[in-house]
Nanobody, 123 residues
């Protein structure tokens, strides 16, 4: 499965962006999908994840209430509102085959990773 993340860009603090993640395997609604980000000089961190059905969702505390993850059978989106400078980083989507309808929040839970899209939030 090849993943392609897009939608990043430069935005002022308080602004919004919508990232999308598409997969070469269609549909890929038997995969759980997550978004992770890596800020300069920091480890890759979990941002949000959605189970295969789209009904189970998890967010990191730092983005809860501002970001929304959603999906259909071919695409996963991350809608980011109220962006802050600390949200700056390269955002990657990841997919992992999921026999059950569970959310995956660990990096090691995922088998496939996209190259990432840069998000820069200016103050």
């Amino acid at each position: 499965v090849q993943l392609q993340a897009s939608g990043g860009g430069l935005v002022q603090a308080g602004g919004s962006l919508r990232l999308s993640c598409g997969a070469s395997r269609r549909p890929f609604n038997d995969y759980a999908v997550g978004w992770f980000r890596r800020a300069p000089g920091k480890e890759r961190e979990f941002v949000a994840a959605v189970a295969r059905s789209g009904r189970r969702i998890s967010y990191s505390d730092s983005v809860k209430g501002r970001f929304t993850i959603s999906r259909d059978k071919n695409t996963v989106w991350l809608t980011m509102n109220g962006l802050k400078p600390e949200d700056t980083g390269v955002y990657h989507c990841a997919a992992g085959f999921s026999r059950w309808d569970n959310v995956k929040t660990g990096r090691n839970d995922y088998d496939y990773w996209g190259q990432g899209t840069q998000v820069t939030v200016s103050s």
